[in-house]
């Protein structure tokens, strides 16, 4: 295996014996609740037919079809939103013989990325309290990890990946314990 990040056409494959120590799956934190959404469209709805009924007392009702489109743009912008959430995700699978990562995008296109373990470093970027980056680098490539999470999952997610890591190295090159 080289000592660089890889891009692979395909999703690697793992030995059934090799001991997983980490298998994160990552998705993007859902702003909003099934049960907010409906609370959000019922007021925007009932404003709408409120706002509506206003316009109607005073003559303009062919204005009553424009709340109403407004109702249900919002409505479908929300859905769009909420699939192209779901799609996205990280996949991170640390064994003792690779790490490998796949990432897929709201758009649904996938892509999958194999490191030794061996070779990998967890690089943890605080620039403030906001803003926090980890970098998975090997032989002077690097690959952004946890993009989905808050700053704070982020430090608790690389301090879990670097803990993986120095397993799989444990396993990988056992000390011996001399007496």
């Known amino acids: 295996m080289s000592t660089s990040i890889i891009a692979l056409p395909d999703a690697p ?6 001991a997983i120590y980490m298998d994160a799956v990552l998705r993007p934190n859902r702003s ?12 925007l709805a009932a404003m709408s037919f409120f706002a ?8 303009a009702w062919p204005l009553i079809g424009f709340f109403g489109l407004d109702v249900i743009l919002v409505y479908l912008a929300f859905k769009v939103n ?3 959430g779901a799609r996205e995700c990280e996949t991170v699978k640390v064994s003792a013989a690779q790490v490998a990562i796949s990432k897929t995008c709201h758009r649904g296109k996938i892509g999958w990325w194999r490191v030794s373990p061996s070779f990998a470093r967890v690089i943890v970027d ?3 309290e906001y803003e926090t980056q980890v970098t ?7 690959l952004p990890l946890a993009t989905c999470l808050s700053p704070n999952e982020r430090i608790e997610f690389a301090a879990a990946l670097k803990a993986a890591l120095e397993q799989a190295r444990d396993e990988r090159y056992p000390t011996e314990v001399t007496v």
């Open 32 to 43: 909003l609740s099934n049960h907010g959404f409906r609370l959000v469209m019922l007021s």
């Open 13 to 18: 494959e793992f030995d059934q014996r090799d």
């Open 82 to 84: 909420f699939k192209a």
């Open 136 to 142: 998975l680098s090997a032989g002077g490539a690097s």
């Open 52 to 59: 509506g009924l206003a316009f109607l007392s005073i003559g």
């Open 126 to 128: 605080e620039v403030n």
